[in-house]
């Protein structure tokens, strides 16, 4: 069955950092644009950040620029996004999704996606 699985999740203070990882089984990932999206208690899910499977273009939402960055090791299945200089508007559940195009604002592109890790900041 198709899985994606994050791990990486946890309690940090303001100002750390943490790297989450999503690892892909069930299906070829290095064919898929991969995503990671967050959710806050009553918000909607946003896109956080996104690779594309192509050219390996990245893209990041306003919010995250120059603070996080998202990578993916295809020989492992696994694609990862290292955060720093984290605030406590970080705290959500994240999420990592695979679709055939890399649209951060348009979760209607992804097909697959994992079961969130939870992120919390604060101090």
């Known amino acids: 069955q198709v899985q994606l699985v994050e791990s990486g999740g946890g309690l940090v203070q303001p100002g750390g950092s943490l790297r989450l990882s999503c690892a892909a089984s069930?299906?070829?990932?290095?064919?898929?644009?991969a995503g990671w999206f967050r959710q806050a208690p009553g918000k909607e899910r946003e896109g956080v950040s996104c690779?594309?499977?192509?050219?390996?273009?990245?893209y990041y939402a306003d919010s995250v620029k120059d603070r996080f960055t998202i990578s993916r090791d295809n020989a492992k299945n696994t694609v990862y996004l290292q955060m720093n200089s984290l605030k406590p508007e970080d705290t959500a559940v994240y999420y990592c999704?695979?679709?055939?195009?890399?649209?951060?604002?348009?979760?209607?592109?992804?097909?697959?996606w994992g079961q969130g890790t939870q992120v919390t900041v604060s101090s």
């Open positions: 999704a695979a679709g055939y195009e890399c649209r951060l604002l348009d979760p209607r592109a992804y097909h697959y």
């Open positions: 690779i594309s499977s192509n050219d390996g273009n990245t």
């Open positions: 069930g299906f070829t990932p290095n064919y898929y644009a």
